[in-house]
């Protein structure tokens, strides 16, 4: 009778090694885009997700901080520079048309990615300025103040966010997360779950809500979502 433990293990180790691959380099596209909603990023995601299943949790873990230490050291070397530059080509663009809404837009959002904030929130406010309605300025705004520790501005701005869009998913979240920070656990499961109404696949809002659940000694609440995030493919949840 033949022996197949040696040709079933090698198998194994090459869909671990396959799939951990896959993974690896779809979780540095997502860090790349700041798991924004391009094609590239949801393609990668969708990669991700199917190297996530396949892998056993720790070896997950260990690609998910390959892939982060990549990026890391890629953006240190070469983003910065890139991006200062960046920002004085829009200091430009500025002083000869300074009602740009977009140019704001585009320094503000470098600025924030630069760890700048405080910058960030000057361009942000210029662009309220010059249009009170814009989403997309408020919304920033709202995640460099978060940045900034100061939550209840944060939360200011979320409200208008939502105030203009009451289906922004991600305003909730953010908003909740905020919540979450100043300890108002309960009004951050609301917002939560309100991600959750809108997106019923939204991963992080189940994980975040968990957490929240967990402060208040709602320990089934928890898991429960825990377990959903973790089906949905989130890493920190895997681990609950």
């Given at each position: 009778?033949?022996d197949?433990?040696?040709?079933?293990?090698?198998?194994i180790n090459?869909q671990?090694i396959?799939y951990?691959?896959y993974y690896l380099?779809?979780i540095?596209?997502?860090?790349?885009?700041n798991?924004?909603?391009d094609?590239?990023?949801?393609?990668?995601?969708?990669?991700?997700?199917?190297?996530?299943?396949?892998?056993?949790?720790?070896?997950?873990?260990?690609?998910y901080?390959?892939?982060?230490i990549?990026?890391?050291?890629?953006?240190?070397l070469i983003m910065p520079?890139k991006?200062k530059e960046?920002?004085?080509?829009?200091?430009r663009d500025?002083?000869?048309?300074?009602e740009n809404?977009?140019v704001?837009?585009?320094r503000?959002?470098?600025y924030?990615?630069?760890?700048?904030?405080q910058?960030?929130?000057?361009?942000f406010?210029?662009?309220?300025e010059l249009?009170p309605?814009?989403?997309g300025?408020?919304?920033n705004r709202g995640?460099?103040?978060?940045?900034?520790s100061?939550?209840?501005q944060?939360?200011?701005?979320?409200?208008?966010v939502?105030?203009?869009?009451?289906?922004?998913?991600?305003?909730?979240?953010?908003?909740?997360r905020?919540?979450?920070?100043?300890?108002n656990?309960?009004q951050?499961?609301?917002?939560?779950a309100r991600?959750?109404?809108?997106d019923?696949?939204?991963?992080?809002a189940?994980?975040?809500?968990?957490?929240?659940f967990?402060?208040?000694?709602h320990e089934q609440l928890?898991?429960?979502?825990?377990?959903a995030?973790?089906?949905?493919?989130?890493i920190w949840?895997?681990d609950?």
């Amino acid at each position: 009778m033949k022996d197949y433990k040696g040709h079933i293990s090698i198998n194994i180790n090459k869909q671990i090694i396959k799939y951990g691959v896959y993974y690896l380099i779809a979780i540095t596209i997502l860090c790349f885009f700041n798991f924004s909603d391009d094609l590239l990023s949801r393609i990668a995601f969708d990669v991700g997700l199917k190297g996530n299943e396949r892998l056993p949790n720790v070896i997950a873990y260990i690609f998910y901080v390959m892939a982060g230490i990549v990026v890391t050291i890629t953006l240190a070397l070469i983003m910065p520079d890139k991006k200062k530059e960046a920002t004085k080509n829009y200091d430009r663009d500025i002083e000869s048309n300074p009602e740009n809404i977009m140019v704001y837009f585009k320094r503000g959002y470098t600025y924030s990615e630069l760890g700048n904030y405080q910058d960030a929130i000057k361009d942000f406010t210029k662009i309220i300025e010059l249009d009170p309605e814009n989403v997309g300025a408020y919304f920033n705004r709202g995640f460099a103040y978060d940045k900034l520790s100061n939550y209840q501005q944060a939360i200011v701005d979320y409200n208008k966010v939502i105030e203009l869009d009451d289906e922004d998913k991600g305003a909730y979240y953010n908003r909740g997360r905020a919540y979450y920070n100043l300890g108002n656990y309960q009004q951050a499961i609301n917002d939560y779950a309100r991600a959750i109404t809108l997106d019923p696949e939204y991963a992080p809002a189940y994980c975040n809500r968990g957490y929240a659940f967990e402060k208040l000694g709602h320990e089934q609440l928890a898991i429960k979502d825990y377990k959903a995030a973790a089906r949905l493919g989130n890493i920190w949840a895997q681990d609950k």
